[in-house]
């Protein structure tokens, strides 16, 4: 198999090294022709009607002709050059002859050799054969493998990669350690596939990987098949779709075949969720549900003894047809999540092994500050580090440079626009105001950084450090940080007794999480444990609400309730506290960023100085 990869690479390289040469030898062509064309003319002189040229014959105006089979050259004794065109006549000289020059009376009229092929049949045969060598160019091209033609348009575009070559193994796979021993015995199945047929097993066919985007479900089916050191198909599910009907079914096919020949191996499928959309709804297609009938029985004609495994990846389960994930094609579903505190620090660590990394870094401290990052995110993070630290000549990766990098990687880079006083001013307010109300609500987490640099689209930031890595938030927990993100708004409303917009996407967030207090969770106490939402049946154009109007009111009143409950209390703990939120908004203005070390300093000393504000 590596041989016939070896010769398809070299047919497709030569066939790339060969289309420059094609294009060369196609202009040479038309430029021949343009000048063969061209040329005699311009070398004639000046073109005449025949009727001019016979005129000043008559009248003993020229000094000799030259007749030709399409055309007749004269010299006029002003010794000027000009030439009359004489037309597809198979006789020039009678057209002579027929306006009453004899060419007997006329010496200075002579007759030109004529060619066995005319002018004009020259200039067809090779407009002919322009034709020709660019009709058998294009069908060369298309019939040459991997060209993508229409005579291969049913061929798999997947890219074959020998496992035994792969150099990346699961030591190369940081922060899934769950996902990696789910797939530990797919390896060792493909390794010694009859310890397992012996006892009658049955490996699974197809193995699901659910994940977000980043979070290393590639990655891990290529470290399998470094694993086991097996050819590894690698495809993803656009590149079945084509324009015409039946070529990802015909793809598919080409995939599954190639994958039996050479088994056992691995057929990698990204993104399947471009082709295994529930059938039957209004965005399916009919070519899109060919493909996935395809692969559905292409997945059933395994039998026991085809060493061959499809994994398959998406983000998007929910739109996946249930065919698909039924025992016998993909039985076997592994969720890989966004890594915790101890799975960001292997990834880290990993990915820090190639760079210079300054020993007072603290991968712990990074990874409590990098919350919800991917493994990609991750890996960018330190990319991005290493980047900043050449740009400043350094040698080394500090913290400042990952905490930078970090920062940059999910809000953008600093921007440098010159800032008005009061624009600052506003900004210092609204950071100053989400951190405050930190402080003073339970479960809050503690503020790592207070920023009025802007990056991206926003014009400052507050960011937190949260004290436990879950995703289980309580009731109150929620209306905290529903109250942290108001407390800009209210920061605004106190300092300058108006609003902006600079809150448009802290209310946002907050209006959405209040809505999925009500909706999802069932948090509301007057509405019950009841989820509220759309209906299942995935068939209509717009999903349809599954409650009635009237509780539609009802959820609209609980969510306003949370909002404006939420608000009143950052207005009263920031007018509260207001001379605490002018010190931070001052100090802001000075420095531009507070540590969430010296934001405590100075929330502390103020309050055991009795930093309220006097009534």
Same mark, same amino acid.
């Given at each position: 198999?590596?041989?016939?990869?070896?010769?398809?690479?070299?047919?497709?390289?030569?066939? =790339?090294?060969?289309?420059?040469?094609?294009? $060369?030898?196609?202009?040479?062509?038309?430029?021949?022709?343009?000048?063969?064309?061209?040329?005699?003319?311009?070398?004639?002189?000046? &073109?005449? +009607?025949?009727?001019?040229?016979?005129?000043?014959?008559? /009248?003993?105006?020229?000094?000799?002709?030259?007749?030709?089979?399409?055309?007749?050259?004269?010299?006029?004794?002003?010794?000027?050059?000009?030439?009359?065109?004489?037309?597809?006549?198979?006789?020039?000289?009678?057209?002579?002859?027929?306006?009453?020059?004899?060419?007997?009376?006329?010496?200075?009229?002579?007759?030109?050799?004529?060619?066995?092929?005319?002018?004009?049949?020259?200039?067809?045969?090779?407009?002919?054969?322009?034709?020709?060598?660019?009709?058998?160019? !294009?069908?060369?091209?298309?019939?040459?493998?991997?060209?993508?033609?229409?005579?291969?348009?049913?061929?798999?575009?997947?890219?074959?990669?020998?496992?035994?070559?792969?150099?990346?193994?699961?030591?190369?796979?940081?922060?899934?350690?769950?996902?990696?021993?789910?797939?530990?015995?797919?390896? %060792?199945?493909?390794?010694?596939?009859? #310890?397992?047929?012996?006892?009658?097993?049955?490996?699974?066919?197809?193995?699901?990987? $659910?994940?977000? +985007?980043?979070?290393? #479900?590639?990655?891990?089916?290529?470290?399998?098949?470094?694993?086991?050191?097996?050819?590894?198909?690698?495809?993803?599910?656009?590149?079945?779709?084509?324009?015409?009907?039946?070529?990802?079914?015909?793809?598919?096919?080409?995939?599954?075949?190639?994958?039996?020949?050479?088994? +056992?191996?691995?057929?990698?499928?990204?993104?399947?969720?471009?082709?295994?959309?529930?059938?039957?709804?209004?965005?399916?297609?009919?070519? &899109?549900?060919?493909?996935?009938?395809?692969?559905?029985?292409?997945?059933?004609?395994?039998?026991?003894? &085809?060493?061959?495994?499809?994994?398959?990846?998406?983000?998007?389960? %929910?739109?996946?047809? +249930?065919?698909?994930?039924?025992?016998?094609?993909?039985?076997?579903?592994?969720?890989?999540?966004?890594?915790?505190?101890?799975?960001?620090?292997?990834?880290?660590?990993?990915?820090?092994?190639?760079?210079?990394?300054?020993?007072?870094?603290?991968?712990?401290?990074?990874?409590?500050?990098?919350?919800?990052?991917?493994?990609?995110?991750?890996?960018?993070?330190?990319?991005?580090?290493?980047?900043?630290?050449?740009?400043?000549?350094?040698?080394?990766?500090?913290?400042?440079?990952?905490? @930078?990098?970090?920062?940059?990687?999910?809000?953008?880079?600093?921007?440098?626009?010159?800032?008005?006083? #009061?624009?600052?001013?506003?900004?210092?307010?609204?950071?100053?105001?989400?951190?405050?109300?930190?402080?003073?609500?339970?479960?809050?987490?503690?503020?790592?950084?207070?920023?009025?640099?802007?990056? *991206?689209?926003?014009?400052?930031?507050?960011?937190?450090?949260?004290?436990?890595?879950?995703?289980?938030?309580?009731?109150?927990? !929620?209306?905290?940080?529903?109250?942290? !993100?108001?407390?800009?708004?209210?920061?605004?409303?106190?300092?300058?007794?108006?609003?902006?917009? *600079?809150?448009?996407?802290?209310?946002?967030?907050?209006?959405?999480?209040?809505?999925?207090?009500?909706?999802?969770?069932? !948090?509301? %106490?007057?509405?019950?444990?009841?989820?509220?939402?759309? &209906?299942?049946? @995935?068939?209509?154009?717009?999903?349809?609400?599954?409650?009635?109007?009237? /509780?539609?009111? @009802?959820?609209?009143? @609980?969510?306003?309730?949370?909002?404006?409950?939420?608000? #009143?209390?950052?207005?009263?703990?920031?007018?509260?506290?207001?001379?605490?939120?002018?010190?931070?908004?001052?100090?802001? =203005?000075?420095?531009?960023?507070?540590?969430?070390?010296?934001?405590?300093?100075?929330?502390?000393?103020?309050?055991?100085?009795?930093?309220? /504000?006097?009534?």
């Amino acid at each position: 198999m590596s041989n016939n990869q070896t010769k398809s690479n070299s047919k497709k390289s030569n066939i =790339m090294k060969g289309s420059p040469g094609f294009w $060369i030898f196609f202009a040479f062509i038309v430029v021949f022709f343009l000048l063969y064309l061209f040329i005699p003319t311009i070398s004639q002189g000046k &073109t005449v +009607p025949i009727g001019t040229l016979i005129k000043d014959i008559k /009248t003993n105006s020229v000094k000799s002709v030259v007749i030709n089979q399409d055309y007749a050259n004269a010299v006029l004794k002003n010794n000027k050059n000009i030439t009359a065109n004489l037309g597809t006549t198979t006789n020039p000289v009678s057209i002579f002859t027929n306006n009453g020059i004899q060419l007997d009376k006329y010496p200075q009229i002579s007759i030109a050799a004529q060619p066995a092929i005319s002018t004009s049949d020259i200039l067809t045969i090779i407009f002919i054969l322009v034709i020709v060598l660019s009709t058998w160019y !294009m069908i060369r091209q298309f019939r040459s493998a991997g060209s993508g033609g229409i005579f291969s348009m049913g061929e798999s575009k997947a890219k074959l990669f020998l496992g035994a070559k792969e150099s990346i193994t699961f030591d190369g796979v940081a922060g899934i350690e769950e996902a990696k021993e789910e797939v530990h015995e797919i390896v %060792d199945f493909l390794k010694n596939p009859k #310890k397992y047929l012996n006892l009658g097993a049955r490996i699974p066919k197809g193995v699901l990987f $659910i994940g977000a +985007p980043g979070t290393g #479900k590639t990655l891990l089916a290529r470290a399998i098949a470094g694993e086991s050191g097996v050819p590894f198909f690698s495809t993803s599910g656009s590149e079945f779709e084509e324009m015409l009907v039946g070529a990802g079914a015909s793809r598919v096919r080409d995939l599954f075949s190639k994958a039996r020949k050479t088994s +056992p191996s691995i057929i990698f499928i990204d993104e399947i969720d471009a082709v295994a959309r529930r059938r039957g709804l209004n965005y399916t297609t009919t070519h &899109t549900e060919q493909t996935l009938n395809q692969i559905l029985v292409e997945m059933d004609g395994f039998d026991i003894n &085809t060493n061959v495994i499809v994994i398959a990846a998406t983000n998007r389960p %929910d739109v996946l047809d +249930p065919a698909i994930l039924r025992p016998g094609r993909f039985d076997r579903t592994i969720v890989i999540d966004l890594p915790d505190l101890q799975e960001r620090k292997k990834i880290l660590e990993l990915h820090a092994r190639n760079k210079p990394i300054s020993p007072s870094v603290s991968f712990d401290k990074i990874a409590k500050r990098t919350i919800g990052y991917s493994g990609a995110d991750l890996e960018n993070v330190l990319n991005e580090a290493a980047i900043i630290t050449a740009k400043k000549g350094g040698t080394s990766i500090n913290e400042v440079d990952i905490e @930078e990098a970090a920062t940059k990687v999910v809000m953008g880079p600093e921007k440098k626009k010159v800032r008005s006083d #009061k624009e600052k001013s506003i900004v210092a307010y609204h950071e100053a105001g989400h951190a405050l109300i930190s402080k003073f609500l339970p479960e809050s987490d503690p503020v790592h950084r207070i920023s009025i640099i802007s990056r *991206g689209r926003s014009g400052g930031a507050t960011m937190y450090l949260p004290t436990e890595d879950n995703n289980l938030y309580t009731k109150t927990k !929620m209306i905290t940080m529903i109250t942290h !993100m108001l407390g800009g708004r209210a920061a605004e409303k106190i300092q300058f007794n108006d609003i902006t917009n *600079g809150a448009s996407d802290d209310i946002k967030k907050a209006s959405e999480m209040a809505r999925k207090m009500i909706t999802d969770f069932g !948090m509301s %106490d007057k509405l019950g444990p009841i989820q509220y939402g759309t &209906t299942e049946d @995935e068939s209509y154009a717009i999903p349809e609400k599954n409650y009635s109007d009237s /509780t539609s009111l @009802e959820i609209d009143k @609980e969510i306003s309730l949370i909002i404006n409950d939420a608000y #009143k209390k950052a207005l009263s703990i920031l007018k509260e506290y207001k001379s605490i939120l002018d010190t931070l908004a001052s100090k802001l =203005m000075d420095i531009e960023v507070i540590e969430g070390d010296e934001f405590n300093r100075i929330v502390d000393t103020m309050l055991h100085a009795g930093g309220k /504000t006097s009534e």
